[in-house]
């Protein structure tokens, strides 16, 4: 995308991670874009090895990236594990471009780590809520007073009288 995008290569085998430094090289040769490309790779590529993929989930869900893809034998107990990710890709046959392009999945996606509080634009962004709330006299006593206490701290005297005369006509 672009010369500020990362991508991180977490694996527990060292011989594939020597393969896939050798390719990306080999790829980024090859590349039009080369130059952006290649920027990115020095500037924010890494290869993780870890001690296994099941201890590098923690790591990933730190990192929270944007896509995510898993390509292992164990590839959906692993995503079970993934809180964090904008998008997973499955297996060995799902590269993100799938994703992107044309597998259904939103290309709008948390980025710079936001997948640990938000996600991918969905269906859902598209429909408009309305919170309804109800008190009887024994809610309001109950939650009442924490009001008028938030209110006083605000500074929103209205606020908190509302709920003040309320709770003292009982």
């Given amino acids: 995308h672009d010369e500020a995008a990362q991508s991180i290569l ?27 490309a290649g920027a990115s790779w020095r500037d924010f590529g890494a290869i993780i090895l870890a001690p296994s993929l099941a201890a590098a989930t923690p790591l990933v869900d730190r990192l929270a990236p ?22 997973i890709f499955l297996g060995p046959h799902t590269p993100e471009a799938i994703g992107d392009y044309v597998g259904g999945s939103n290309h709008v996606l948390p980025t710079s780590r936001s997948a ?5 634009l969905g269906v859902l962004d598209f429909l408009k809520r309305t919170s309804i709330l109800k008190c009887d006299a024994k809610s309001l006593a109950a939650l009442g ?7 006083e701290a605000e500074g929103l005297q209205a606020h908190a009288r509302s709920v003040a005369v309320r709770l003292a006509e009982g």
């Fill in 10 to 36: 977490v694996t527990d085998d060292a011989d594939l991670a020597r393969a896939v430094s050798e390719a990306v090289e080999a790829q980024l040769a090859q590349l039009p874009r080369a130059k952006i």
């Fill in 145 to 151: 007073p924490a009001a008028v206490t938030l209110g």
């Fill in 116 to 120: 640990r509080f938000s996600s991918g």
């Fill in 66 to 87: 944007e896509h995510l893809e898993i390509i292992s034998d164990d590839a959906d107990a692993l995503s079970r594990a993934i809180n964090n990710a904008g998008a």
